[in-house]
């Protein structure tokens, strides 16, 4: 079985900062990677599908990048309501999340 | 508007069976695969199962195969997960999703609410 392991665990950052998060895959997964956003209580959201392609009205300041079995998640300028904990996503597989936190 | 709304969920004892239920609405349910994934108190997301648009495919994680169904009604709308013999363990909010396949892979793009399980004595 693939295995994602995502890093951080946890960062802490202001608002206005550039987060990035890294997801990396066991083995090479070509660009078959999804980020997902969840608050607390709340059902997952998908951010990012095939590793860079922006889900339909998410924010512009979200971007993916990668592919083989490195990728990253950016928010280019942190705001308010992006206090969450993140996941990547391959198939079946997600990463342990990365969760966001004020600073 | 697309939406899914689970249902179900309870306190069960060790052992016991309960059937989860996802009503789907705003969208062509019958063109759609569905997912069951689910995240124990303060843990990470784990998938469970996933089921076709015709029910013909059908996958199961290991620590659930032989013990949970998945099913769907296509003229109700409805996605059900029929849960037995279960454990400790398998406490967890259930999600419901949709499954969106891009290229070759597969994404989950509109989720539930959830539904709680919780295996207690």
């Known amino acids: 079985d693939i295995q994602m392991t995502q890093s951080p665990s946890s960062v802490s950052a202001s608002v206005g900062d550039r987060v990035t998060i890294t997801c990396r895959a066991s083995q090479g997964i070509s660009s078959w990677l999804a980020w997902y956003q969840q608050k607390p209580g709340k059902a997952p959201k998908l951010l990012i599908y095939?590793?860079?392609s922006l889900q339909s009205g998410v924010p512009s300041r979200f971007s993916g990048s990668g592919s083989g079995t490195e990728f990253t998640l950016t928010i280019s300028s942190l705001q308010p309501e992006d206090f969450a904990t993140y996941y990547c996503q391959q198939a079946i597989t997600f990463g342990q999340g990365t969760k966001v936190e004020i600073k | 508007e697309v939406q899914l709304v689970e249902s179900g969920g309870g306190l069960v004892q060790p052992g016991g069976s309960l059937r989860l239920s996802c009503a789907a609405s705003g969208f062509i349910f019958s063109d759609y695969s569905m997912t069951w994934v689910r995240q124990a108190p303060g843990k990470g997301l784990q998938w469970v199962s996933s089921?076709?648009?015709?029910?013909?495919?059908?996958y199961y994680a290991a620590s659930v195969k032989g013990r949970f169904t998945i099913s769907r009604d296509n003229t109700k709308k409805s996605l059900y997960l029929q849960m037995s013999s279960l454990r400790v363990e398998d406490t967890a909010l259930y999600f419901c999703?949709?499954?969106?396949?891009?290229?070759?892979?597969?994404?989950?793009?509109?989720w539930g609410q959830g539904t709680l399980v919780a295996v207690s004595s």
């Open positions: 999703a949709r499954v969106f396949q891009w290229r070759g892979s597969d994404y989950f793009d509109y």
């Open positions: 089921i076709s648009s015709s029910a013909d495919t059908i």
């Open positions: 095939a590793a860079s």
